[in-house]
């Protein structure tokens, strides 16, 4: 009867090391699927910025400084290693110089009436937007991730099978990424919104 009773126990223990090891693998792959995701918006950011350059050069050509600076943020951007930890840096590089590049419209009412630039420009926002949609989706997954893998007894199984916790991406700190807190102690609610590295030119984020 005894050795029964271990053998259940053990058969419990093997049922319960398979499932959890195929959940940290199924939530792994779901960060990684997530990633690919912002990795091929900002590879079409990267598509749209020489044609934005080009079109600016045409009406700005002696802003050189600013002209040189968006494709260098771009160059490196491009050579950096693709993962969370390299390209949020170099995105907020690519950030700062594209503002500067729009900031040149202004300057330049014939560029800022140019519709080349103007639809240039819209699809610059509209991939800006669908890289901080995949943004959102991707860090909700490494979150999930995370915590299956710092969690016990979750853990022992991560540990020994070489599941590491995943960067999170666009954001400075983590436990920003945890749930909004609402507070209902004014007339009105107020929203503690996280704290994010900058992704967007137009800051559409803050719409969304």
Known sequence: MMLWAVLIVLALIAFWMIGTYNQLVKMRQNVRESWAAIDTELRRRYDLIPNLVETVKGYA???HDTLEDVIKARNSA???AATPEAQAGAQNLITGALGKL?????AYPQLKANENFNQLQQELTDTETRISQA???YNANVREFNSM???????LIANSFGFKPQAYFG???PAAFEPV???FNSSQPQQEAPQ????NVEEKEKSH
Not at 102 to 106: D, F, N
Not at 149 to 155: I, L
């Open 61 to 63: 050509s002696h802003e």
């Open 78 to 80: 491009i050579s950096s």
């Open 102 to 106: 729009m900031a040149l419209s202004e």
């Open 135 to 137: 943004r959102r989706f």
């Open 149 to 155: 893998t710092e969690t016990f007894p979750t853990v």
């Open 171 to 173: 954001i400075e700190d």
């Open 181 to 183: 807190a609402v507070k």
């Open 196 to 199: 994010t590295l900058k992704l």
